[in-house]
Protein backbone atom coordinates (compact mmCIF):
# COMPACT_ATOMS: atom_id res chain seq x y z
CA UNK A 1 0.00 0.00 0.00
CA UNK A 2 1.05 3.11 -0.94
CA UNK A 3 0.47 6.29 1.53
CA UNK A 4 0.70 9.48 0.04
CA UNK A 5 3.29 11.66 1.60
CA UNK A 6 1.27 15.40 0.59
CA UNK A 7 -1.77 14.58 2.95
CA UNK A 8 -1.51 15.49 6.51
CA UNK A 9 -1.60 13.40 9.07
CA UNK A 10 -3.53 13.46 12.56
CA UNK A 11 -1.32 11.42 15.64
CA UNK A 12 -3.41 11.11 18.92
CA UNK A 13 -0.20 10.77 20.84
CA UNK A 14 0.46 14.35 20.09
CA UNK A 15 -2.95 15.21 19.68
CA UNK A 16 -2.07 17.51 16.65
CA UNK A 17 -1.55 16.95 12.74
CA UNK A 18 1.18 16.73 11.22
CA UNK A 19 2.51 18.44 7.48
CA UNK A 20 4.43 16.94 5.48
CA UNK A 21 6.89 20.23 5.34
CA UNK A 22 7.28 19.29 8.57
CA UNK A 23 8.69 15.84 8.41
CA UNK A 24 11.20 16.81 5.79
CA UNK A 25 12.49 19.96 7.48
CA UNK A 26 13.02 18.09 10.57
CA UNK A 27 14.43 15.21 9.31
CA UNK A 28 16.81 17.85 7.01
CA UNK A 29 18.21 19.26 10.18
CA UNK A 30 18.05 16.55 12.69
CA UNK A 31 18.86 13.80 10.70
CA UNK A 32 20.66 14.66 6.94
CA UNK A 33 22.88 17.62 7.66
CA UNK A 34 24.74 15.81 11.01
CA UNK A 35 25.19 12.84 9.28
CA UNK A 36 26.39 14.89 5.83
CA UNK A 37 28.80 16.91 8.20
CA UNK A 38 29.83 14.11 9.89
CA UNK A 39 30.66 12.22 7.14
CA UNK A 40 32.51 15.07 5.57
CA UNK A 41 34.51 15.95 8.68
CA UNK A 42 35.83 12.24 8.79
CA UNK A 43 36.88 12.31 5.22
CA UNK A 44 39.03 15.56 5.85
CA UNK A 45 40.40 14.77 8.87
CA UNK A 46 41.73 11.27 7.61
CA UNK A 47 43.01 13.30 4.30
CA UNK A 48 44.73 15.58 5.99
CA UNK A 49 46.28 13.49 8.19
CA UNK A 50 46.64 10.12 5.82
CA UNK A 51 50.59 10.68 5.04
CA UNK A 52 51.59 11.63 8.66
CA UNK A 53 50.02 9.05 11.03
CA UNK A 54 47.21 6.49 11.60
CA UNK A 55 45.58 9.11 13.99
CA UNK A 56 41.89 8.39 15.09
CA UNK A 57 39.67 10.52 17.24
CA UNK A 58 37.39 7.11 18.26
CA UNK A 59 37.73 4.51 20.30
CA UNK A 60 35.94 1.57 18.16
CA UNK A 61 38.59 2.31 15.62
CA UNK A 62 41.62 1.69 18.17
CA UNK A 63 40.06 -0.90 19.35
CA UNK A 64 39.74 -2.44 15.85
CA UNK A 65 43.36 -0.99 15.23
CA UNK A 66 44.64 -2.94 18.46
CA UNK A 67 42.54 -6.31 17.51
CA UNK A 68 44.71 -5.69 14.20
CA UNK A 69 48.05 -5.24 15.62
CA UNK A 70 48.05 -1.58 14.11
CA UNK A 71 47.95 -0.10 17.60
CA UNK A 72 49.77 -1.56 20.47
CA UNK A 73 47.60 -2.72 23.27
CA UNK A 74 49.58 -0.49 25.78
CA UNK A 75 48.95 2.70 23.72
CA UNK A 76 44.80 1.41 23.41
CA UNK A 77 43.57 3.03 27.46
CA UNK A 78 45.68 6.20 26.68
CA UNK A 79 43.91 6.91 23.25
CA UNK A 80 40.66 6.19 25.12
CA UNK A 81 41.49 8.21 27.68
CA UNK A 82 42.89 11.27 25.17
CA UNK A 83 40.01 10.83 23.30
CA UNK A 84 37.21 10.99 26.25
CA UNK A 85 39.01 14.13 27.42
CA UNK A 86 38.77 15.92 23.81
CA UNK A 87 35.03 14.67 23.80
CA UNK A 88 34.74 16.08 27.31
CA UNK A 89 36.32 20.18 25.89
CA UNK A 90 34.40 20.19 22.82
CA UNK A 91 31.39 19.92 25.02
CA UNK A 92 32.24 22.58 26.98
CA UNK A 93 33.34 24.63 24.04
CA UNK A 94 29.81 23.88 22.32
CA UNK A 95 28.13 24.87 25.25
CA UNK A 96 29.82 28.37 25.67
CA UNK A 97 30.06 29.18 22.08
CA UNK A 98 25.89 27.92 21.82
CA UNK A 99 24.73 28.59 25.31
CA UNK A 100 22.40 25.59 24.86
CA UNK A 101 22.70 21.48 25.61
CA UNK A 102 26.28 20.53 23.32
CA UNK A 103 24.44 17.57 21.13
CA UNK A 104 23.57 15.08 23.76
CA UNK A 105 23.14 11.16 22.52
CA UNK A 106 19.42 10.75 24.32
CA UNK A 107 17.45 6.64 24.95
CA UNK A 108 14.78 7.27 26.02
CA UNK A 109 13.45 4.75 28.87
CA UNK A 110 10.70 2.70 26.51
CA UNK A 111 13.10 2.69 23.20
CA UNK A 112 14.37 -0.93 22.16
CA UNK A 113 17.74 -1.66 23.52
CA UNK A 114 18.51 -4.55 21.81
CA UNK A 115 17.40 -3.35 18.24
CA UNK A 116 19.94 0.16 19.01
CA UNK A 117 22.69 -2.27 20.45
CA UNK A 118 22.79 -4.57 17.36
CA UNK A 119 22.39 -1.43 15.16
CA UNK A 120 25.39 -0.20 16.37
CA UNK A 121 27.27 -3.40 16.01
CA UNK A 122 26.80 -3.62 12.39
CA UNK A 123 26.96 0.22 11.82
CA UNK A 124 29.98 0.83 13.46
CA UNK A 125 31.50 -2.68 12.59
CA UNK A 126 31.56 -1.95 8.99
CA UNK A 127 33.26 1.36 9.57
CA UNK A 128 35.85 -0.25 11.52
CA UNK A 129 36.15 -3.21 9.42
CA UNK A 130 36.78 -0.72 5.98
CA UNK A 131 38.99 1.56 8.10
CA UNK A 132 41.17 -0.84 9.19
CA UNK A 133 41.24 -2.92 5.87
CA UNK A 134 42.73 0.63 4.45
CA UNK A 135 45.37 0.71 7.04
CA UNK A 136 46.24 -3.32 7.71
CA UNK A 137 45.68 -4.56 3.85
CA UNK A 138 48.88 -3.25 1.57
CA UNK A 139 47.39 -4.04 -1.52
CA UNK A 140 43.96 -1.86 -0.82
CA UNK A 141 45.31 1.05 -2.59
CA UNK A 142 42.14 3.06 -4.13
CA UNK A 143 42.12 6.78 -3.86
CA UNK A 144 38.77 7.25 -2.63
CA UNK A 145 39.10 5.49 0.13
CA UNK A 146 39.10 8.32 2.43
CA UNK A 147 35.67 9.37 0.70
CA UNK A 148 34.35 5.87 1.26
CA UNK A 149 34.79 5.68 5.06
CA UNK A 150 33.16 9.12 5.40
CA UNK A 151 30.57 8.06 3.42
CA UNK A 152 30.27 4.59 5.12
CA UNK A 153 29.72 7.38 8.30
CA UNK A 154 27.08 8.84 6.81
CA UNK A 155 25.22 5.85 5.95
CA UNK A 156 25.48 4.81 9.37
CA UNK A 157 24.20 7.38 10.81
CA UNK A 158 21.43 7.93 8.55
CA UNK A 159 20.47 4.04 9.04
CA UNK A 160 21.12 4.62 12.65
CA UNK A 161 18.44 7.08 13.55
CA UNK A 162 16.03 5.39 12.13
CA UNK A 163 16.20 2.28 15.02
CA UNK A 164 17.65 5.41 17.68
CA UNK A 165 21.42 4.74 17.27
CA UNK A 166 24.10 6.16 15.22
CA UNK A 167 26.28 7.09 17.30
CA UNK A 168 29.41 5.64 15.86
CA UNK A 169 32.06 6.84 18.92
CA UNK A 170 31.34 6.29 22.05
CA UNK A 171 33.15 9.40 23.43
CA UNK A 172 31.23 11.68 20.89
CA UNK A 173 28.59 10.85 23.72
CA UNK A 174 30.77 10.91 25.99
CA UNK A 175 31.53 14.18 26.46
CA UNK A 176 28.01 15.65 26.57
CA UNK A 177 27.28 13.23 29.05
CA UNK A 178 29.50 14.68 31.25
CA UNK A 179 29.15 18.13 30.98
CA UNK A 180 24.75 18.00 31.39
CA UNK A 181 24.65 14.67 33.62
CA UNK A 182 21.40 13.56 34.68
CA UNK A 183 19.90 12.21 31.42
CA UNK A 184 22.63 11.82 29.03
CA UNK A 185 24.05 9.09 31.05
CA UNK A 186 20.74 7.16 30.13
CA UNK A 187 22.04 4.13 28.55
CA UNK A 188 25.13 5.34 28.08
CA UNK A 189 26.78 1.80 28.22
CA UNK A 190 25.33 1.07 24.68
CA UNK A 191 27.38 2.85 22.94
CA UNK A 192 30.52 1.71 24.78
CA UNK A 193 29.20 -2.23 24.52
CA UNK A 194 27.84 -1.90 20.42
CA UNK A 195 30.57 0.29 19.09
CA UNK A 196 33.43 -1.64 20.89
CA UNK A 197 31.59 -4.85 20.16
CA UNK A 198 31.15 -4.01 16.70
CA UNK A 199 35.01 -2.85 16.40
CA UNK A 200 36.09 -5.90 17.83
CA UNK A 201 33.96 -8.47 15.89
CA UNK A 202 34.71 -7.00 12.46
CA UNK A 203 38.28 -6.42 13.14
CA UNK A 204 38.80 -10.13 13.87
CA UNK A 205 37.13 -11.32 11.07
CA UNK A 206 39.27 -9.23 9.14
CA UNK A 207 42.40 -10.57 10.63
CA UNK A 208 40.97 -13.72 10.30
CA UNK A 209 40.59 -13.16 6.21
CA UNK A 210 44.11 -11.65 6.07
CA UNK A 211 45.71 -14.91 8.32
CA UNK A 212 43.95 -17.35 5.86
CA UNK A 213 44.72 -16.02 2.66
CA UNK A 214 48.47 -15.52 3.53
CA UNK A 215 48.54 -19.35 4.46
CA UNK A 216 46.37 -20.07 1.15
CA UNK A 217 49.68 -18.33 -1.14
CA UNK A 218 51.87 -20.13 0.84
CA UNK A 219 50.17 -23.19 0.18
CA UNK A 220 50.05 -22.65 -3.88
CA UNK A 221 53.70 -21.21 -4.08
Known sequence: MVVATNIPIHYSALNRTIQPQEWAADYLV????????????????????????????NPAISVGLAVAGVLSPWLLLPYIIMQCLGSILGAVIAQAIKNDEPGPFLIPDDANISAILCCEVMITGCMVFFTVTMVVDKTYNQATGPLAIGLTVFQGIIAGKWIGAGCLNPSRAFGPAVVLGGRAWNYHWVWWVGDCAGAFIFAFSLVCKVVCDSRLRCIIV
Open 30 to 57: STFMPAFQAGFAVWMFIVLFWNICVINF
